[in-house]
């Protein structure tokens, strides 16, 4: 089966960055994903990696290293809005998506 | 419709009843997914459907069937409901297999 670790708690500050890592162990990599998912509503997509390297997305960043089975999703001037769990996923080589248990985020005044 | 839509939003079912979650897109992508979503475990695939017509079983498909007769329709039937069968159920669509996949609003399923 597929293997996606991420940490299942952070908290921090607004205004603050936090990073969230999520490493993987999969039959084959075709992408990764990251998805935010506030309570109680659907994950909605953030951001996509394929290559090796950094992904910028306003405050939004994701990292991934492909040799490393390792990706990390970084949150910059962070919001109170930005309190959710964040879902790291990756595409194994039977094109099938599989999905870490999450990391919920808590952004503290 | 614009998106993805789910129905119903909630339910209750007492065990041994059937029950057909149903999902629909309008964005007329081929491929479309089922997972179930429970604490602890992040969301786990049922039954997907690479393109209308066909159909595969995921991570966790004892107990659900599924059917794709259109590209827009994708429902989920639980032919015998369990109470392990109590989760939020999200219905997801995509472009292609290896594209990214968008959510439905979910629907969550007690079952006692």
């Known amino acids: 089966g597929q293997n996606i670790d991420q940490p299942t708690e952070m908290t921090a500050t607004e205004g603050a960055i936090v990073q969230i890592n999520c490493t993987y162990q999969?039959?084959?990599?075709?992408?990764l994903f990251w998805y935010q998912q506030h309570a109680g509503e659907a994950p909605t997509f953030l951001s996509y990696?394929?290559?090796?390297g950094l992904e910028e997305k306003g405050r939004f960043s994701s990292f991934l290293s492909r040799s490393k089975g390792y990706s990390y999703l970084l949150l910059k001037e962070l919001q109170m809005k930005d309190s959710a769990s964040y879902l790291c996923?990756?595409?194994?080589?039977?094109?099938?998506?599989?999905f870490g248990a999450g990391t919920t985020v808590t952004v503290r005044a | 419709i614009a998106g993805i839509t789910q129905a119903p939003t909630s339910q209750i079912l007492a065990a041994g009843r059937r029950m057909t979650l149903r999902c629909t897109q309008d964005?007329?992508?081929?491929?479309m997914y089922w997972y179930r979503q429970d604490l602890g475990l992040g969301l786990r695939l049922i039954h997907y459907?690479?393109?209308?017509?066909?159909?595969g079983k995921g991570e966790v498909p004892d107990g659900y069937s599924v059917s794709r007769a259109n590209t827009d329709d994708f429902p989920l039937t639980l032919a015998s409901a369990v109470p392990s069968q109590t989760s939020v159920y999200f219905c997801?669509?995509?472009?292609?297999?290896?594209?990214?996949?968008?959510f439905g609003p979910g629907t969550r399923l007690t079952v006692l």
């Open positions: 997801a669509s995509s472009g292609g297999a290896e594209d990214t996949q968008y």
């Open positions: 999969t039959s084959g990599f075709n992408g």
């Open positions: 990696n394929v290559l090796d």
């Open positions: 996923a990756v595409i194994s080589d039977d094109y099938k998506l599989s």
């Open positions: 964005m007329r992508h081929n491929a």
């Open positions: 459907s690479n393109t209308a017509g066909t159909t």
